[in-house]
């Protein structure tokens, strides 16, 4: 016995499915877009607050602490206050630059892995109008795009530790050079 053609209800039941599947990645982008604007915006700087050391002298009530000035009328002997101070200045300065790298690494991250979704939700788009519509298909591409971007992103990642790394050990290395008289 011969098999009837599929109904009219059957194929919009299949166009029913693939709408609500679409809308699903939809909403899916829409709330990673939304997480991603988050952690930039909590990444953005903020003004500066007063130096800790300050702040905790006001509160146990000490007025203006200046520790420059303070290690200046001690006079120990065979202590430059003027080097103390620079080389703390310099970790300091060190410091903020490895924070200031970290933070744009991370909004850069985060830039790419919305570029990197939206390329790939228009790829799967693209496929599904073309007419690969075989699960093997479109298991594959998801599989090869998805390692691609993994593979991306560790690189970025990679790449943005060892320049924060190069940063800290820079400073490392000239702090050991004045300790060893060679800096």
């Known amino acids: ?6 109904s009219k209800s059957t194929t919009s039941a299949k166009t029913a499915t693939e709408k609500a599947a679409v ?19 909590a990444s953005a700087p903020r003004p500066a607050a007063a130096a800790p050391s300050a702040t905790a002298a006001k509160a146990l009530g000490m007025g203006d602490l200046n ?3 303070l290690l200046k009328q001690l006079k120990l002997p065979g202590i430059d206050v003027k080097e103390m101070v620079e080389s703390q200045r310099k ?42 519509a075989t699960a093997a298909g479109r298991i594959e591409q998801a599989k090869d795009a998805l390692g691609t971007a993994l ?29 060893t008289g060679r800096g």
């Open 1 to 6: 016995m011969a098999r009837a053609p599929a």
């Open 23 to 41: 809308k699903k990645t939809a909403a899916k982008t829409a709330a990673v877009k939304k997480t991603a604007v988050k952690k930039v915006a």
């Open 67 to 69: 520790i420059g000035k």
């Open 91 to 132: 970790d300091i300065e060190a410091l903020a630059e490895v924070s200031r790298h970290a933070r744009e690494s991370m909004e850069t991250l985060a830039t790419r892995q919305a570029e990197m979704l939206k390329e790939a939700m228009a790829a799967f788009q693209a496929a599904s109008k073309e007419g690969d």
């Open 151 to 179: 593979r991306e992103l560790a690189e970025m990642t990679v790449q943005a530790h060892q320049q924060a790394y190069a940063i800290l050990k820079e400073r490392v290395q000239e702090r050991i050079g004045k300790v």
